[in-house]
């Protein structure tokens, strides 16, 4: 009964290539995030969505896309990857912004 | 958003006490927020308070916040090694993203 839960764990992969991570919440949140960890433990917003809307994309490269299906779930997928995507991806959801936000696992995407 | 600002090391004995100290940039944050993250793992909720108090405790943690100074402190009773970890203090950002700090990482020593 994880609360957020991301998919898959780690992702390795070449140059080029596209992929996805998958995010679901059990935890009945309206509000939904991905945020990138770097090699230096720095964390970053990458995009929020409220109730399946965008509410904030951070100078993401367009290579990023979220998608939204349903207020429970929030998919990354990634377009010809790059070695600079190489870091750990954390999924996260709160009740609504402001509040308190429950974070994933995180994937560790890898480039080669 | 702006740099939430912390230090990066703290080194402390077993049983001490540890504070880790943060200065934030948003006056406007509803609620301030420190997370824990240990190593290889995912970021936990440790704790958060409210903008509009000045101190919260929580068992072995004391989240004290200056908000004239922009200061947010987290204090760590007897302090144990399950303690070592990075220490994340966070803002809000735009009324839905965390604006987080660089971190603090604690090495606590037996």
């Known amino acids: 009964d994880t609360a957020v839960s991301q998919t898959p764990k780690y992702l390795v992969t070449q140059m080029g290539n596209d992929k996805s991570i998958k995010c679901e919440q059990n935890?009945?949140?309206?509000?939904m995030y991905w945020y990138k960890q770097d090699s230096k433990k720095f964390l970053k917003i990458m995009f929020s969505?409220?109730?399946?809307?965008?509410?904030i994309n951070e100078t993401v490269p367009n290579r990023f896309s979220p998608k939204s299906p349903d207020k429970a779930h929030l998919n990354l997928h990634i377009n010809s990857l790059e070695l600079g995507d190489s870091a750990v991806y954390f999924c996260?959801?709160?009740?609504?912004?402001?509040?308190?936000?429950?974070f994933g696992d995180g994937t560790r995407l890898s480039i080669l | 958003g702006e740099d939430v600002e912390q230090s990066l090391f703290l080194s402390v004995r077993e049983g001490d006490s540890s504070v880790i100290n943060c200065t934030y940039t948003?006056?406007?944050?509803?609620?301030l927020y420190w997370y824990k993250q240990e190593p290889g793992a995912g970021l936990q909720l440790l704790t958060y308070?409210?903008?509009?108090?000045d101190m919260k405790q929580d068992q072995r943690l004391t989240v004290l916040l200056n908000k004239k100074d922009k200061h947010l402190s987290l204090r760590i009773a007897d302090t144990q090694t399950g303690d070592s970890a990075i220490y994340f203090c966070?803002?809000?950002?735009?009324?839905?993203?965390?604006?987080f700090g660089k971190g603090t990482s604690l090495l606590v020593t037996p």
């Open positions: 966070a803002e809000i950002y735009s009324g839905y993203a965390l604006n």
């Open positions: 969505y409220n109730n399946k809307e965008l509410i």
């Open positions: 996260a959801s709160s009740q609504d912004g402001g509040q308190p936000q429950h």
């Open positions: 935890l009945g949140h309206d509000t």
């Open positions: 948003d006056s406007s944050s509803t609620y």
């Open positions: 308070i409210f903008s509009n108090m």
